[in-house]
């Protein structure tokens, strides 16, 4: 039998799909927990480690720049889980003990989202090797979930070099939206949706909700 997932109130990740405003989140997430006193560690996937920043930067550098070899789906899904697994017992873990809470952008729904409806690879081999690799779940996943067209038209404004996701097409990306969007409605308990297609101000407002929300119900102690 594979090991079970384990919640961890402390653990709060971020997710979305291109241009869904992330930074912006991320940074009303963090004032709003140290205002409440709460020592924060901001972190990001694929990476959050020195050798998983290596493998993230395997993961999205532009096929034309490795013509040679392209990266196989399966590939790219054992790369981005070899980086949480190093993340995991690297910086989350370690922190989560010191009793600080994590903030992650994406975490292990990006797989299933990117990797499971993006690429087409099986949710029960990513279930699989989250159950054994990785063992943690967040107590709160934000999903700041957009339009695939506005989230896009947006990213588009600020890259000048697409990396190899999102060099993507559309449809890739309706595939990505639809698999968070589902992961949400069945673990309702664990997501918030976030009205992503709102100004800035508006979306940071949604989100501090949200969090003061969470930090009440769990009564900040995690
Ligand atoms: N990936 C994967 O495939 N499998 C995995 O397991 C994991 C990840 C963990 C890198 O992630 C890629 O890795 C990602 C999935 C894949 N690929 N994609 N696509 P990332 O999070 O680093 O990359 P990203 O999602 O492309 O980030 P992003 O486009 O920067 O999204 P964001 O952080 O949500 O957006 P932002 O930087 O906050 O804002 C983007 C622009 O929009 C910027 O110019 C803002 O000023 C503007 N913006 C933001 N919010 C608004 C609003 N509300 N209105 C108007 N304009 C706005």
Same mark, same amino acid.
């Given at each position: 039998?594979?090991?079970?997932?384990?919640?961890?109130?402390?653990?709060?990740?971020?997710?979305?799909?291109?241009?869904?405003?992330?930074?912006?989140?991320?940074?009303?997430?963090?004032?709003?927990?140290? $205002?409440? #006193?709460?020592?924060?560690? *901001? !972190?990001?996937?694929?990476?959050?480690?020195?050798?998983?920043? &290596?493998? =993230? +930067?395997?993961?999205?550098?532009?096929?034309?720049?490795?013509?040679?070899?392209?990266?196989?789906?399966?590939?790219?899904?054992?790369?981005?889980?070899?980086?949480?697994?190093?993340?995991?017992?690297?910086?989350?873990?370690?922190?989560?003990?010191?009793?600080?809470?994590?903030?992650?952008?994406?975490?292990?729904?990006?797989?299933?989202?990117?990797?499971?409806?993006?690429?087409?690879?099986?949710?029960?081999?990513?279930?699989?090797?989250?159950?054994? $690799?990785? #063992?943690?779940?967040?107590? *709160? !996943?934000?999903?700041?979930?957009?339009?695939?067209?506005?989230? &896009?038209? =947006? +990213?588009?404004?600020?890259?000048?070099?697409?990396?190899?996701?999102?060099?993507?097409?559309?449809?890739?990306?309706?595939?990505?939206?639809?698999?968070?969007?589902?992961?949400?409605?069945?673990?309702?308990?664990?997501?918030?949706?976030?009205?992503?297609?709102?100004?800035?101000?508006?979306?940071?407002?949604?989100?501090?909700?949200?969090?003061?929300?969470?930090?009440?119900?769990?009564?900040?102690?995690?």
């Amino acid at each position: 039998m594979s090991p079970a997932l384990r919640r961890h109130p402390r653990f709060i990740s971020l997710e979305g799909g291109e241009g869904a405003g992330k930074t912006t989140a991320l940074n009303a997430i963090r004032a709003a927990l140290q $205002a409440q #006193g709460h020592e924060v560690v *901001l !972190t990001r996937e694929p990476g959050g480690t020195p050798l998983a920043e &290596r493998i =993230r +930067a395997l993961v999205l550098t532009p096929d034309a720049e490795i013509a040679a070899e392209p990266l196989s789906a399966e590939a790219e899904l054992l790369l981005v889980f070899a980086a949480r697994a190093q993340h995991v017992r690297q910086v989350i873990e370690p922190a989560l003990r010191r009793g600080c809470y994590v903030l992650s952008d994406r975490f292990t729904d990006s797989s299933y989202a990117y990797q499971g409806g993006g690429r087409g690879l099986e949710p029960a081999w990513i279930a699989e090797l989250e159950r054994r $690799a990785v #063992g943690l779940l967040p107590g *709160l !996943t934000l999903l700041l979930d957009v339009d695939v067209a506005v989230g &896009r038209a =947006r +990213a588009n404004g600020r890259d000048l070099w697409p990396d190899r996701i999102e060099s993507e097409q559309d449809d890739f990306f309706q595939r990505v939206r639809a698999v968070f969007r589902e992961r949400a409605t069945q673990d309702p308990t664990r997501f918030r949706l976030i009205d992503a297609s709102q100004d800035q101000a508006g979306v940071a407002a949604q989100v501090v909700d949200a969090i003061n929300a969470y930090l009440t119900k769990e009564g900040g102690n995690g």
